[in-house]
Nanobody, 115 residues
């Protein structure tokens, strides 16, 4: 019922910045929370940041102070601004929309942080 399309991934040097975008379509009125996850090779997918329908945000300790999740409702888009990137931030980043009856995932976008 909710479709998500991510963009903005790519390669960046350590200390650099990148902004990921996730645009939702479909039954967007049912979205209660949106989140960014990431999955590095050989590791489990982990929660990075969330933003609720009320605008409250939360972050994983590893990214707090460096990443910022935000949304622009008029564009049905959630963003993840990533500053001071580290090599350990390298992963496929996924957008997720949570509703009362489940959730929807984006296709993922690769972020590579290397010199």
């Amino acid at each position: 019922q909710v479709q998500l399309v991510e963009s903005g991934g790519g390669g960046v040097q350590p200390g650099g910045a990148l902004r990921l975008s996730c645009t939702a379509s479909g039954s967007i009125g049912r979205i209660k929370v949106m989140a960014w996850y990431r999955q590095a090779p050989g590791k489990q997918r982990e929660l990075v940041a969330t933003i609720t329908s009320g605008g409250r945000t939360n972050y994983a300790g590893s990214v707090q102070g460096r990443f910022t999740i935000s949304r622009v409702n008029a564009e049905n888009t959630v963003y993840l601004r990533m500053n001071s990137l580290k090599p350990e931030d390298t992963a496929v980043y996924y957008c997720k929309a949570g509703t009362l009856n489940g959730g929807s995932w984006g296709q993922g976008t690769q972020v590579t942080v290397s010199s």
